[in-house]
């Protein structure tokens, strides 16, 4: 801790609060990162001064912690632990089902006793499905179990780092006082408000995102409406197109009836005209008057011979 030790009184190791000051900077920025992506970030705090704050400020956060005794294995044998929540949520599905009311008093009393204990040491991880993407520790010297299956399984870690621990297997440390709650306070209040601003900015990418892909989608419906549109105008354009045709090809046919009805007409009335002079000329009455006449003429002259 030597490069973060300002000077020493009365045996006293003060910290440079200038180097603080930028670690804690890079430690939020890293943090704001890894909540931006969307993984989860687990708090390790088991310390009396430290477990009070940590539990009341990172449940506003809705990322895991754990403040009560750190379960061995926890990282390292994941699958297991899942179980143990696993085996909770299916308690208080027996509970809501009413299988619960149908047990005997003493085994309600055990189910409801193992339900209490598995919430106090697993309730703030029951969300944690996965391997977190990184630690945030309070007291690496107290915690140096989570801090060795963080390093065997490459989870960055984060911590708080007194003068009397080894930064040297820590990624991101902060040199500061993990004794007095008013630091805790400070420093885990600084990280919870970098990684709130990572999780708005994540929202924010996903309204925008979502905002872009409702637009896309109008889009594509606006222009397949104008396709639509199009293609139902050329279809009305071709329908007409062949209405005309038709009702011109209708109107050739019947102008074409007429001409030849009108052609006819005029032929029958030619041959009537041609027949009726002859029928007039064999059928007038001069005709029949000098027919008529031509007899009487023929009598006189016999009349007169016979005189």
């Given at each position: 801790m030597a490069p973060y030790i300002f000077m020493e009184k009365n045996g006293i190791h003060i910290i440079d609060l200038n180097k603080t000051e930028a670690k804690m900077e890079e430690a939020a920025n890293a943090l704001k990162q890894i909540a931006k992506s969307g993984r989860k970030i687990l708090f390790v705090a088991t310390k009396k001064q430290a477990k009070d704050i940590?539990?009341?400020?990172?449940?506003?956060?809705?990322?895991?912690?754990?403040?009560?005794?750190?379960?061995?294995?926890?990282?390292t044998n994941f699958p297991t632990i899942r179980k143990a929540v696993k085996k909770m949520s299916a308690i208080d599905k027996?509970?809501?089902?009413?299988?619960?009311?149908?047990?005997?008093?003493?085994?309600?009393?055990?189910?409801?006793?193992q339900r209490a204990k598995l919430e106090k040491m697993f309730g703030s991880i029951a969300d944690l499905t996965r391997l977190p993407a990184a630690m945030f520790i309070v007291d690496i010297s107290k915690e140096y179990i989570a801090v060795r299956e963080a390093k065997r399984l490459n989870?960055?870690?984060?911590?708080?780092?007194?003068?009397?621990?080894?930064?040297?297997?820590?990624?991101?440390?902060?040199?500061a006082n993990d004794d007095a709650s008013k630091s805790i306070d400070l420093?885990?209040?600084?990280?919870?408000?970098?990684v709130e601003e990572g999780l708005n900015e994540r929202k924010m990418e996903k309204e925008k995102e979502?905002?872009?892909?409702?637009?896309?989608?109008?889009?594509?419906?606006?222009?397949?409406?104008?396709?639509?549109?199009?293609?139902?105008?050329?279809?009305?354009a071709k329908t007409a197109k062949r209405?005309?045709?038709?009702?011109?090809?209708?109107?050739?046919?019947?102008?074409?009836?007429?001409?030849?009805?009108?052609?006819?007409?005029?032929?029958?009335?030619?041959?009537?005209?041609?027949?009726?002079?002859a029928t007039k000329s064999a059928s007038s009455p001069e005709d029949k008057a000098d027919k008529e006449a031509k007899p009487e003429e023929a009598d006189a002259s016999d009349d007169s011979k016979k005189e």
């Amino acid at each position: 801790m030597a490069p973060y030790i300002f000077m020493e009184k009365n045996g006293i190791h003060i910290i440079d609060l200038n180097k603080t000051e930028a670690k804690m900077e890079e430690a939020a920025n890293a943090l704001k990162q890894i909540a931006k992506s969307g993984r989860k970030i687990l708090f390790v705090a088991t310390k009396k001064q430290a477990k009070d704050i940590v539990s009341e400020r990172i449940k506003q956060t809705n990322m895991p912690y754990v403040t009560e005794r750190w379960p061995g294995g926890m990282l390292t044998n994941f699958p297991t632990i899942r179980k143990a929540v696993k085996k909770m949520s299916a308690i208080d599905k027996m509970a809501s089902d009413g299988t619960f009311d149908t047990l005997a008093k003493r085994e309600k009393l055990q189910i409801t006793r193992q339900r209490a204990k598995l919430e106090k040491m697993f309730g703030s991880i029951a969300d944690l499905t996965r391997l977190p993407a990184a630690m945030f520790i309070v007291d690496i010297s107290k915690e140096y179990i989570a801090v060795r299956e963080a390093k065997r399984l490459n989870i960055p870690v984060f911590a708080i780092v007194d003068t009397n621990s080894d930064p040297t297997n820590i990624d991101f440390p902060i040199p500061a006082n993990d004794d007095a709650s008013k630091s805790i306070d400070l420093i885990v209040d600084y990280i919870a408000a970098a990684v709130e601003e990572g999780l708005n900015e994540r929202k924010m990418e996903k309204e925008k995102e979502a905002a872009t892909a409702r637009e896309k989608k109008a889009k594509k419906e606006e222009k397949s409406a104008a396709r639509t549109d199009k293609k139902e105008v050329k279809e009305e354009a071709k329908t007409a197109k062949r209405e005309d045709k038709s009702e011109a090809k209708v109107s050739k046919k019947a102008s074409g009836k007429e001409e030849a009805g009108k052609e006819k007409a005029d032929e029958s009335a030619g041959k009537e005209a041609a027949k009726e002079p002859a029928t007039k000329s064999a059928s007038s009455p001069e005709d029949k008057a000098d027919k008529e006449a031509k007899p009487e003429e023929a009598d006189a002259s016999d009349d007169s011979k016979k005189e």
